[in-house]
């Protein structure tokens, strides 16, 4: 069993847990005479069926180019309805075991949670379901909100992380620098004790084309034995082959039952019989036929700019440098020849469309560089305290820099993207705030519902003061009493977003990957994000009871029992 399989055993072995539990609470009910023991039986059976939904949805492919089965969509969904009512039939269960432990602390709690569960006026009760279900609603509103919209910055930053550098060493000057082979060792020396690694990069920008169609595209040199060690373009190979990058003979010649190419369903597309291996052409002809067939250097480009460019694995592009030489016209730009090797995905449109990798000497050579690189790239192994590397390499690019020259310039993926991330995470904090005033207007139900209790139980307040009871005990009464009814909302409340959103987290939403670019709905379930819901929900509701339980406090022993 692997260490990803434990956590969901273990999430099934409590769930038949509390589905058990259910049942026998269900049964003394109904022996007792008590029909809320068929929604205890209910919510076992929403437990069993939970916990038999959820093994066979687990066990549906999940992959991007899995089939799309409306069986398996049906079956994670039905998983995710059943869980989400079994953790509410859970949480009504255990709603009177917390209100008896509450009316065993002392005076103030146990008349505060006696009210709570107390029978009420027809008007009351339903004003009081109303506050718990206005405050479970936002809660949840927000819970989710967050968590999808974490979910998609997630995903970007991982993206981002994954396609690019974590630290970029270079110049502001056009052109590079040279001697790059002693600041290369350098940096690695830097950046070793963290675990980071680095490779030399070559940037130019650059025109490609093919036989039907026309492109930009951001040309980069990599180094083919180091760039799987910065960036994550190995492991997002869709069609090809890496290596082919550095052996271009094989592309000449690829086997009839090499995939070339896919189809907007994942389909693959094979290359098909090679006629010049066919059996009924002369000799010579062969010969003639592959002796038209050029060697040249492979690239790997992404995904939208095959698409632009009409092209699979195996076929000609044709790639324009501005960087050329200087003749009778001006400056000429220099074109070249490749073959493509191989198409990536990585799920950004911006880099599938506009990026190619080349090797790097043929960059340098393509874009008139000599032994000049545009860059070295550097990748630390947490991204998230990149802080702490980004110090030793400055500290290594300064003793590195020649004298005379421009200093060597180091930018960390936080300083580069220090714009987007500003903007979502200003874009959370706006949600939230906004989403916290649903909770605080879900509040003002509890203000009423107060304000109606002190009205309805003036006569008991009375007899209570006239007993002794003093004005603060009265108070922390209502008080209490408006904190465990914004308790409760908050807990299905937050409780039933954590459930929906682990369950869209683990199970999916099946979308549209030629409109999203994305095949499922990202969903980052932060712990720390739905405890901050929570205080602030319980902390606005705390707030509401002040002037209600103020009113009841102020309450004197004759006005209450004046007319009784």
């Known amino acids: 069993m692997s260490a990803e399989q434990v956590p969901f055993l273990v999430l099934r072995v409590l769930s038949v847990s509390a589905a058990v539990w259910l049942a026998v609470l269900g049964f003394r009910r109904l022996r007792a005479g008590s029909a809320r023991g068929i929604g205890w039986l209910f919510g076992s059976l929403t437990g069993f069926a939970f916990t038999v939904l959820s ?130 060792d350098g940096i690695r020396l830097a950046v070793a ?21 026309t492109a930009g595209a951001l040309v980069r040199g990599i180094d083919t034995n180091t760039i799987a060690q910065v960036i994550d373009l190995k492991q997002n190979i869709e069609v090809g082959n890496f290596d082919w990058l550095d052996d271009p003979d094989k592309l000449a010649d690829l086997p009839a039952d090499t995939i070339i190419g896919r189809g907007p369903g994942g ?21 003639a036929l592959r002796k038209d067939v050029k060697v040249l250097p492979g690239v790997i480009i992404g995904k939208e700019l095959a698409k632009s460019l009409h092209v699979l694995v195996g076929d000609e592009i044709t790639l324009l440098s501005p960087m050329g030489e200087l003749g009778p016209m001006g400056v000429m730009p220099r074109t070249r020849r490749f073959r493509v090797a191989a198409i990536f995905y990585s799920g950004m449109y911006e880099y599938d469309a506009t990026h190619a990798y080349i090797r790097l000497d043929v960059a340098q050579s393509f874009f008139s560089m000599g032994d000049h690189i545009s860059q070295i790239d550097v990748r630390v192994p947490d991204p998230e305290r990149v802080a702490e590397v980004t110090p030793l390499v400055e500290a ?37 705030i906004i989403l916290s005033i649903a909770i605080a207007v879900a509040s003002f139900c509890i203000v009423c519902t107060l304000l109606l209790m002190v009205t309805e139980k ?107």
């Open 55 to 184: 093994y066979f949805a687990a066990r549906a492919p999940r992959e991007r180019f899995a089939p799309f089965k409306l069986k398996d969509e049906i079956v994670g969904f039905s998983a995710l309805l059943t869980g989400v009512l079994f953790l509410v039939a859970v949480l009504a269960a255990l709603l009177p075991v917390i209100l008896d432990v509450l009316e065993r602390r002392g005076f103030s709690s146990y008349v505060g949670a006696r009210h709570v569960r107390a029978t009420k006026s027809g008007f009351l009760t339903v004003i009081s379901v109303l506050s718990m279900a206005g405050v479970a609603v936002s809660s949840c509103a927000l819970c989710s909100v967050t968590s999808i919209m974490g979910g998609f910055g997630a995903d970007l930053k991982r993206k981002i992380l994954g396609n690019n550098a974590h630290i970029v060493v270079d110049v502001t000057r056009p052109g590079g620098y040279g001697d790059w082979e002693d600041k290369l």
């Open 193 to 213: 004790p963290k675990g980071g690694a680095a490779t030399p990069v070559v940037a130019g920008d650059a025109m490609g084309s093919s036989a039907s169609n």
């Open 267 to 287: 389909e693959p597309y094979f290359k098909g019989p090679d006629l010049r291996a066919s059996a009924d052409l002369d000799p010579a002809v062969k010969a």
């Open 396 to 432: 290594a690019a300064v003793k590195l820099s020649e004298e005379g020259k421009e200093p060597l310039r180091v930018r960390d993926w936080v300083e580069m993207n220090k714009n987007l991330f500003s903007a979502l995470k200003l874009e959370k904090i706006a949600t939230f």
């Open 458 to 564: 003036g006569k008991e307040i009375a007899i209570l003061k006239a007993l002794g009871a003093s004005d603060g005990a009265i108070m922390r009464i209502f008080m209490l009493e408006g904190v465990i009814i914004g308790g409760i909302g908050t807990v299905f409340g937050v409780g039933t977003a954590f459930a929906a959103c682990s369950g869209l987290a683990r199970f999916g939403v099946r979308l549209d990957p030629e409109v999203y670019y994305i095949d499922r709905l990202p969903v980052n379930v932060n712990e720390g994000d739905y405890a901050m819901v929570a205080v602030a929900a319980l902390i606005i509701c705390t707030i509401a009871t002040l002037y209600p339980a103020r009113a009841a406090s102020r309450l004197s022993p004759v006005d209450g029992l004046r007319y009784e």
